[in-house]
C-alpha cells in the first residue's frame, strides 16, 4: 500500500484532527478544545539533543500550564520506546515529563502534519512546532533541523504575542518580549491614515508617522 503524501497544514486552518495512542493513553487532538496546544515532534527517543528538549519542554510546562497551554510530543517510535526514554529521563536527570508523548510508528500524524523531510532522514521526524490555539486554528508552525535543539523561550515568546494581539487587535514588533509596547494595525482608508496624527501625544502612544504608531497596553 502506498504511504499517504507528506502534507503541510495552513496557518489560519483548523488544525488536522487525530486519534493517537500516547503515554496518557488514547487522545485526541480535539479533546483539547478550550486550551492552546503546543504539538511538538522530535526525531528519536533515547537520543542527547531530543533529551534536551524534552529537559526543557518539561521546565517550562508549569509556564505554558498558567498560559492555557498543553504541550503534545510525537515522534514514530512506539508507545513502549516512549515510556522506557522518560522512565529513563526520570532516572538519569530527576526530571518528570509531565506531558503526553504520542506513538506515531505508522507515520500517521507526521504525514499529516508534513513532519518528514526527506532531504534530512526519510525515517525521523524533523524538530517541528505547531501551536494550536483554542479554538483549533493552527496559529504558527516552525521547523528545525535535526541537529539544532529548539529555544523553549521563543515558544513561550510566541504563544504571548499571540495572546495579546487577539486580545488587543495588535501586533508585535521585532524581539517583543511580554510587557513591550505593541503595534497598531496599519490603516485600510486615506481617511484613517489622516486621522492617524490624532494619536500624537495621547497616553501610551508612541507615534512615529501614519503607519507606525506603538501603544503600551
Known sequence: MTEPANSLPRLGAPAPDFEAETTHGKLRLSDFLGSYVVLFSHPADFTPVCTTEFLAF??????????????????IDSVFA???????????????????????????????????????????TSRCVFIIDDKGILRAMIYYPLTTGRNTDEILRLIDALQVTDQHKAGTPANWQKGDAVILPAPRTAEDAAERSELAGKDGVEYIDWYYVKKTL
Open 82 to 124: 516512549h515510556l522506557g526514554w522518560i522512565r529513563n529521563i526520570k532516572e538519569r536527570f530527576g526530571v518528570d515529563i509531565p506531558f503526553p508523548v504520542v506513538a506515531d510508528s505508522g507515520r500517521a500524524v507526521a504525514n499529516l502534519y508534513g513532519m518528514v523531510m526527506p532531504g534530512e532522514s526519510a525515517t525521523e
Open 58 to 75: 518539561a521546565k517550562i510546562a508549569p509556564d505554558l500550564r498558567a498560559r492555557g497551554v498543553e504541550l503534545l510530543g510525537l515522534s
